[in-house]
């Protein structure tokens, strides 16, 4: 498996809390996702970064943000977190032809 | 719009059985990669097709590229226990948009 860690890997959270989940490579990869993953709808794609402080959205980025100040951690963040973010989200790294997954973390917003 | 739709949904196989998931775009892809993700687990590249009508072998498992490059296949002979998971198409299209389709969860009965 690819260097690739997410934490945390659970959190139940409040409807309206602000949340951050992170993803850290040790791939020194250049390309990083963040992805939903929700039964039906395979994994949808909310917003990938092509460099440090280079990020663009993705498929379903409404109520995400992301950062990245360095090359081997990607931050997603809802800012105010509501019951239809609950999901399991994963990050990956590699190119649009070609990802490697981290393991997941699974969120619950009650 | 650019959408992978995967079918069946759902398969249960007794093993020994084959077992084929079928992946189809209404626009021509630049490539299809596929994946699988065991239950509990993260998505793992399987492999990458790119040429018009392409035909890949990985043990009991084939990979085909139709030769518009719009539909993909996944068939695994005499599936085993150990095929259990969720199999995922992916295309990339010439804009290089990535859209996963929803996945075929595979089942085996011993």
């Known amino acids: 498996d690819a260097g690739i860690t997410q934490s945390p890997r659970h959190k139940v959270t409040e409807t309206g809390t602000p949340v951050t989940l992170r993803c850290h490579q040790t791939?020194?990869?250049?390309?990083m996702y963040w992805y939903r993953q929700d039964p039906g709808h395979g994994l949808r794609l909310i917003h990938y970064?092509?460099?440090?402080?280079?990020?663009d959205k993705g498929e379903v980025s409404d109520g995400y943000s992301v950062s990245r100040s360095k090359t081997e951690d990607f931050l997603l963040t809802l800012e105010s977190a509501t019951s239809s973010q609950t999901s399991v989200y994963f990050c990956?790294?590699?190119?649009?032809?070609?990802?490697?997954f981290g393991p997941g973390t699974r969120l619950t917003v009650l | 719009g650019q959408q992978v739709m995967q079918i069946p949904q759902y398969q249960h196989v007794q093993e020994g059985e084959d077992f084929t998931t079928y992946c189809n775009s209404s626009t021509t892809l630049s490539n299809i990669q596929w994946y699988k993700q065991r239950p509990g687990g993260h998505p793992v590249f399987l492999i990458q097709?790119?040429?018009?009508?392409e035909v890949k072998k990985q043990k009991r498992l084939t990979f085909q590229f139709g030769e518009a490059k719009k539909n993909s296949s996944l068939h695994i002979t005499a599936t085993q226990t150990t095929d259990v998971g969720t199999y995922f198409c992916a295309g990339t299209y010439n804009n290089n948009d990535m859209r996963f389709g929803a996945g075929t969860r595979l089942t085996v009965k011993p």
């Open positions: 791939e020194n990869h250049r390309y």
């Open positions: 970064s092509y460099g440090v402080k280079d990020t």
């Open positions: 990956a790294i590699g190119r649009t032809d070609t990802q490697y």
């Open positions: 097709l790119v040429k018009s009508g």
